[in-house]
């Protein structure tokens, strides 16, 4: 079976002259970066309309040692000379 042009449409041979968006692969190429943005936007949201709360860790305001900041925790124990605080 030949057409007017003289290819045949069913002899895989014969490149088809598909417009690129019916290519699943055209998709799939898009579809990944455009997650992403759709991810960094929603992930942009979420953490705009939830901000933490900056912790006032002046020495009255801290109540125990777990709610110290990491840098002080991290030298109290590295000095052995000092006895634990309770």
């Known amino acids: ?6 290819t ?5 041979a014969t490149p088809e002259q598909t417009p690129w968006w019916r290519l699943p692969i ?10 992403v ?7 942009a949201g979420i953490a705009i309309k939830n ?3 900056v912790l006032d860790t002046t020495k009255d305001q801290v109540l125990s040692p777990s709610e110290k ?3 002080q925790g991290r ?6 000379n000092e006895p634990a605080e309770r």
């Open 75 to 80: 030298n109290h124990a590295a000095e052995k």
């Open 8 to 12: 045949d449409r069913h002899n895989p």
């Open 51 to 53: 901000v933490d709360p």
């Open 69 to 71: 900041p990491a840098l």
């Open 37 to 43: 943005v759709v991810a960094a936007i929603a992930t």
């Open 26 to 35: 055209v998709w799939m190429v898009i579809a990944g970066p455009a997650i």
């Open 1 to 6: 079976m030949s057409n007017a042009s003289g």
